[in-house]
């Protein structure tokens, strides 16, 4: 699946996409269609509070790779967080000019990924790839939406206004 476009996640997109919002068939969906990685480290820190359901769930549906981090990261964030991986990973295949998105939530992050022009999406744009894709609907959204605000799930609802 070299050409193909990759996903690779970090632990709380993880978290939201199959936990809190047990979207299991529409990840098998969009499995089809992009490549789903996480890192080893980001499984053992899902593994920690997931179901043994969404534990296998993962260990089937997504690619689970041992990654070391680059070391230019651990001058921005922690060497052992699942995002340095992610990022990691992310300037491996924009170096081999592939297509990919790391897939983090935040900011600190984020900030570090647009630092070195990486191409990043969160949560919500996992959410619209699905919708884009026709793998989930704008009434799924809403109930997703509401799930959201209503959790502890750190958004600014403007994040969310795309969903009517």
Not at 86 to 112: H, L, P, T
Request: proline share 2%.
């Amino acid at each position: 699946m070299r050409d193909s476009l990759k996903f690779i996640f970090d632990n709380s997109a993880l978290v939201a996409i199959v936990e809190k919002l047990k979207l299991h068939n529409e990840i098998k969906q969009l499995k089809g269609q992009i490549e789903l990685i996480i890192p080893s480290t980001v499984f053992k820190e899902f593994c920690v509070k997931a179901s043994k359901e969404n534990e296998e769930f993962v260990k089937t549906n997504f690619k689970i790779l041992n990654l070391e981090p680059d070391q230019t990261l651990t001058r921005f964030l922690e060497t052992e967080s699942g995002e340095v991986l992610v990022i990691s990973q992310g300037m491996k295949y924009q170096a081999n000019k592939e297509k990919y998105f790391c897939v983090i939530d935040e900011k600190a992050a984020r900030d570090v990924a647009e630092l070195f022009e990486l191409q990043k999406t969160g949560t919500i744009g996992v959410l619209r790839t699905m919708y884009e894709m026709k793998i989930i609907s704008m009434d799924k959204l809403k109930t997703i939406k509401l799930i959201l605000l209503n959790s502890d799930f750190r958004i600014k609802p403007e994040h969310l206004s795309w969903i009517k």
